[in-house]
DNA sequence: CCCTTAAATGCAACAATGTTGCATTTGCGG
DNA sequence: CCGCAAATGCAACATTGTTGCATTTAAGGG
């Protein structure tokens, strides 16, 4: 083997993060770091149809307790998740959300800085969110 | 009278945005116009328990439709709206979300700048998004 | 290699949030 | 005051997320 990036596997990442290495989380994390956006509920169901509906909200709930991916909702109030490697090479991006279609895009400009929080609040994540209507559905429009 | 800010009334807004005047509607934009914060369904709900659950839906998406409320998701996924006026007072400010209690609290830094978008994106409103804890749920936590 | 056990899965039922169709009521212009 | 389009209220449905429980499976110890 060359130069290739050599990223663990999806089993090394889930054994690094102390739980069960199964065959739903395998497939469910695989299509994560596979995927080039964050992923909703639906879309991954859609295709991992081999697992039960609930299991993948589980999959997910659990992958976002141990810090395997990031859960965050879309400007239609669904719920997104993104592998964490996959996040951290984003990480810092700028979103465009799409009210349309409901997609989610990242631009390559720098995030601002975060301001200065009040008196005991803790900053998780900061985000810079633009929302509108990406190219695709504003052409559809019309 | 003397230097109050003379604030239009609700009827003469939804005049303006040339939609019928009904007692439904101006007990929403008051509500909505009162409030602090963005408000979810839900609260406008349990606040006008005399209108209809579906009314307030299409009430609601009837004011976002004409410009005088607007809608976003919030850490958990549920809309909140805010009348468009109360907004524009608050307007670019930078919006904390707490990921435990769902609330939006407005902070008082000034917004970035918006990037420049990829050819055919359409802005419409940009936001800098900030989650984490607030401090009454992070002190209720320990 | 098999056995045990706790964890994970799958299924069914439920809860919350948002949408659609339709009959009735109401604002508002003539 | 009348008529009509718009708005409302109700019932039913759709989607998204959650809970309880019986069954299966991963992983560690004989």
Same mark, same amino acid.
């Given at each position: 083997?060359? *130069? ?14 102390? /739980? *069960?290495?199964?065959? !739903? $989380? ?7 770091? &596979? ?12 295709? @991992?149809?081999? /697992?039960? +509906?609930?299991? @993948?909200?589980? /999959?997910?709930?659990? =992958?976002?307790?141990?810090? @395997?991916?990031? *859960?965050?909702?879309?400007? +239609?109030?669904? =719920?997104?998740?993104?592998? $964490?490697? &996959?996040?951290?090479?984003? %990480?810092?991006?700028?979103? =465009? +959300? #799409? ?5 989610? =895009?990242?631009?390559?400009?720098? !995030?601002?800085? !975060? ?16 929302? %509108?209507? #990406?190219?695709? #559905?504003? *052409?559809?429009? +019309?």
């Amino acid at each position: 083997m060359g *130069k290739e990036t050599l990223s663990p596997t999806s089993a090394a990442l889930l054994r690094a993060a102390g /739980i *069960k290495v199964t065959q !739903p $989380r395998l497939a469910v994390l695989d299509a994560l770091r &596979a995927a080039a956006r964050p992923m909703s509920h639906a879309e991954l169901e859609a295709l @991992l149809v081999e /697992i039960d +509906r609930v299991t @993948l909200y589980r /999959i997910l709930d659990a =992958f976002v307790r141990h810090g @395997l991916a990031s *859960k965050a909702a879309d400007a +239609r109030g669904v =719920f997104r998740f993104a592998a $964490r490697d &996959a996040q951290r090479e984003h %990480g810092g991006h700028v979103h =465009f +959300r #799409c009210e349309t279609c409901g997609g989610v =895009f990242c631009l390559s400009a720098p !995030p601002p800085a !975060p301001p200065r929080l009040p008196r005991g609040f803790l900053l998780a994540e900061a985000e810079f969110d633009l929302r %509108g209507t #990406c190219a695709q #559905c504003a *052409k559809a429009r +019309r």
